[in-house]
């Protein structure tokens, strides 16, 4: 037998001498690899034409709904405003002009307990700059605080001063954006938050600040909770400061109670007429996020008309959000659901929390210790009164009201969103 017949029986002989994986060993041996890899990747998104003429032909292709039945809003958005905001979407947007836009910026992909997570990092030229995790809530994404970036990272330029600079960080949640979509049960804020930490130190940062609206509030309020090495500080501009006590009546739609002052009567009719008409799109998320994801990835304009409408609901624009965001800019948001498919996933995220994002017992904001501050925009889903934040945040030492803005606080004003900021981190610098 010539030498390399041998050579080849001897490879062959020990390759039926290695014992083969089951697939539960193979999964666990991926698993072991992907969490021992702690490299930070450059990402760019580059959407296949293919995606985008198909979206095209669906949205040709919408079957719309006859007529609402009344003159205002009262069952949903109006026939007539989606279909300009569909057939714009259908005949005018360009997905292109975001994707070079975010291209443009330091986009990265890591992975983090076992998923990849994407995240936008611009680091300020300013060296005694903040590092800053920003978190996007629903049916926002990353892309509330893209106009944002450059007041926080370069405040000279846009008349603040340079010790205001921020580092910026903002990671989409897991499920959302360019993030992997989870394949199992436990991606909870906490566990999110959790992440954050992880990503931030593995940026080499040893300090840092976490800010936050709708879910964005309820990771920072983990996050907080958690209290890892580090965390100077969160800011909120969804707090949890309802009190225990009046929950249950808002939820069961009772009077306004006595004894309360002006502010705390506004915010809880606010409260209870939100739970009473308008929060009706959580529970179906809460309860059926699957079957709710069906509608949302198959229908490009049933999914517009789902998320369109708490952007009209929370804008400060009298249901006209065009008013305070570009309309490409709300396709842009539209749009990346779309073509990430996260109608499901970004649905499940609200089975996973299933908790009051609005009371201070159920977001334990007793147990926060770091400190905390607290933003108030006017046009909020409710509008947090000091008397109750302070109850609800023992380590409160921000509270303001700002003077124009809604649930999209960075979105609508991002000027107003960075001067709030800048004011409420100014002491944690020291």
Do not use: C
Not at 346 to 364: G, L
């Amino acid at each position: 037998m010539n030498t390399k017949m041998t050579t080849i029986l001897m490879m062959a002989t020990f390759a039926l001498s290695i014992p083969k994986l089951t697939n539960a060993q193979d999964s666990r041996k991926k698993a072991e690899i992907s969490k021992s890899d702690t490299s930070i990747r450059p990402f760019k998104i580059n959407i296949p034409q293919a995606k985008l003429d198909e979206l095209k032909r669906r949205i040709a292709e919408t079957r719309f709904p006859d007529k609402e039945t009344v003159n205002d809003e009262s069952q949903g958005i109006q026939l007539a405003q989606l279909k300009e905001l569909i057939d714009y979407w259908g005949n005018g947007y360009d997905w292109r002009k975001l994707e070079n836009k975010l291209n443009a910026l330091p986009q990265f992909v890591t992975r983090i307990d076992g998923l990849d997570i994407q995240f936008i990092h611009v680091r300020s030229k300013e060296k005694a700059a903040l590092p800053l995790v920003l978190t996007h809530g629903w049916p926002g994404s990353p892309l509330e605080f893209i106009d944002a970036i450059g007041p926080l990272t370069d405040p000279v330029h846009y008349g603040g001063k340079a010790e205001d600079a921020f580092d910026v960080i903002i990671p989409a949640i897991p499920g959302y954006g360019f993030s992997e979509i989870p394949k199992e049960l436990g991606w909870n804020p906490d566990r999110v938050a959790k992440a954050w930490d992880t990503l931030v130190k593995r940026l080499g940062y040893t300090k840092y600040v976490s800010e936050g609206g709708d879910h964005g509030s309820v990771i920072s309020n983990a996050l907080a909770r958690q209290a890892p090495s580090g965390l100077l500080g969160i800011h909120l501009t969804m707090p949890a400061t309802i009190p225990a006590e009046l929950v249950k009546s808002i939820n069961a739609g009772d009077p306004v109670p006595a004894g309360l002052s002006q502010d705390e009567v506004n915010a809880y009719t606010s409260m209870r007429a939100f739970f009473g008409r308008n929060a009706a799109y959580g529970e179906i998320m809460v309860t059926r996020p699957q079957t709710t994801g069906y509608l949302l990835s198959d229908s490009p304009s049933a999914l517009a008309a789902f998320l369109y409408e708490k952007i009209a609901e929370w804008t400060e624009s009298d249901l006209k959000p065009e008013k305070v965001i570009s309309r490409d800019a709300i396709l842009d948001d539209i749009t990346l659901y779309w073509l990430t498919n996260t109608g499901a996933s970004s649905s499940r995220f609200y089975w996973e929390n299933n908790n009051n994002n609005f009371s201070a017992e159920h977001q334990k904001t007793a147990r926060i210790k770091v400190p905390v501050a607290i933003s108030v925009f006017p046009h909020e889903i409710y509008q947090a009164p000091e008397s109750w934040s302070r109850a609800a945040y023992p380590s409160l030492y921000y509270y303001h009201k700002a003077p124009k803005g809604g649930h999209f606080a960075a979105w609508e004003q991002p000027q107003i969103f960075t001067e709030e900021l800048r004011a409420a981190f100014k002491p944690l610098r020291k």
